[in-house]
């Protein structure tokens, strides 16, 4: 299996913040990468896909970069919707999740 | 706009099988690549990947449960199924039904998942 390995675990920022996560993968994903946000007791929401298309709808302050085994997702100015849980996914091989990343209100 | 719902039982015995039906309106799953898909939650966790079939009948299951899971398509129901055996507390989780939109688009539309629980 492909392991995902997301950080920080928590992160605590305020509103305005440029934020940034990392997520890295055992191996190559060329550019296989999705991420996603999830808020409590809701399904996750897809942000974006290879790497950094963004899905459609969301905002353009959500931003996603890297290749082959490091990505980062970018919110360049956190805004109090974007609280939230954040995950990796890789589809190279078998989908695997990082672990995600809390965004906390600092 | 495609819509996903799980549908089963919230409670499972350890040893039995748990079985969860996904309804899916506003498309129909004989259409296109996409990649119906199972995913759960544990509890305070994070997301993991039970498995996917497409509408050709491939399929791909998660290497750590794939002997206990089966995961079928009714087309004239537009529905899918998971069938997960031999459970045990592990499996106590929020189960999502989703879609993968194609190869390498990310999973789009997420049902608003169920809560199954293993306990005696």
């Known amino acids: 299996d492909i392991q995902m390995t997301q950080s920080p675990s928590t992160l605590s920022a305020s509103v305005g913040d440029r934020v940034t996560i990392t997520c890295r993968a055992s191996q190559s994903i060329n550019r296989w990468l999705a991420w996603y946000q999830q808020k409590p007791g809701k399904a996750p929401k897809l942000l974006i896909y290879q790497v950094s298309t963004l899905q459609s709808g969301v905002p353009s302050r959500f931003s996603g970069s890297g290749s082959g085994t490091e990505f980062t997702l970018t919110i360049s100015s956190l805004q109090p919707d974007d609280f939230a849980t954040y995950y990796c996914?890789?589809?190279?091989?078998?989908?695997?999740f990082g672990q995600g990343t809390k965004v906390e209100i600092k | 706009q495609v819509q996903l719902q799980e549908s089963g039982p919230g409670l499972v015995k350890p040893s039995q099988t748990l079985s969860l039906t996904c309804t899916v309106s506003?498309?129909?799953?004989?259409?296109?690549?996409?990649?119906w898909s199972w995913i759960r939650q544990p509890p305070g966790k994070g997301l993991e990947s039970i498995g996917y079939m497409l509408y050709s009948g491939t399929s791909y299951y998660n290497p750590s449960l794939k002997s206990r899971i089966t995961i079928s398509m009714d087309m004239s129901k537009n529905q899918f199924s998971l069938n997960l055996g031999s459970v045990t507390a592990a499996d106590t989780a929020v189960y999502y039904c989703?879609?993968?939109?194609?190869?390498?688009?990310?999973?789009?539309?997420w049902g608003q998942g169920t809560v199954v629980t293993v306990s005696s």
């Open positions: 506003g498309g129909s799953i004989s259409s296109g690549d996409h990649y």
């Open positions: 996914q890789q589809y190279e091989g078998y989908w695997t």
């Open positions: 989703a879609r993968g939109r194609g190869y390498g688009y990310g999973i789009d539309y």
